[in-house]
């Protein structure tokens, strides 16, 4: 099932088995679905670019993206992975670049949008500032390895 089989609104079901996501009642869910925009990125675009700031945080709802800390190659992340989220918390800029391996199909929640995930639904708040400090740890071992 895709993310956004309904059109441009993001895919309840699905949103419901990313891990960011889980366990938020499906009212919740709906209105969180109405806060993603789908956006269509092409392989080999890049969706963030390192150094600058952020203005969305992204939900892959299909296909695959590589993750670059500088030059050098750190993941591939697939459907259902966040990210984004680093640069709109701390308000700095961007700690990694996100290049797209194939196409990809994301959900994206604007600054307001995301705000509004992390002002309304505590559950979902305290899974950003988790996957924020799992970034945080990954970045400082990268840096001392």
Do not use: C
């Not at 956004?4 to 709906?30: M, N």
């Not at 990694?96 to 199909?105: C, G, P």
């Amino acid at each position: 099932m895709a993310l956004f089989s309904r059109g441009e609104r993001a895919d309840q079901e699905l949103l419901a088995s990313t891990a960011l996501f889980d366990g938020l009642p499906e009212d919740d869910l709906g209105a969180v679905a109405k806060l993603a925009k789908k956006r269509t990125v092409e392989k080999g675009e890049t969706l963030i670019d390192q150094g600058r700031y952020g203005q969305s945080f992204y939900v892959i709802a299909e296909g695959s993206a590589a993750i670059y800390a500088g030059e050098d190659y750190v993941t591939s992340v697939g459907p259902a992975a966040a990210f984004g989220e680093m640069a709109l918390v701390e308000h700095r800029p961007r700690s990694a670049s996100v290049i797209a391996e194939s196409e990809l199909v994301v959900a994206e929640f604007g600054i307001p949008e995301f705000n509004k995930l992390m002002d309304r639904y505590p559950t979902t708040r305290l899974r950003v500032m988790e996957l924020l400090n799992a970034r945080l740890a990954e970045n400082i071992e990268r840096e001392e390895g």
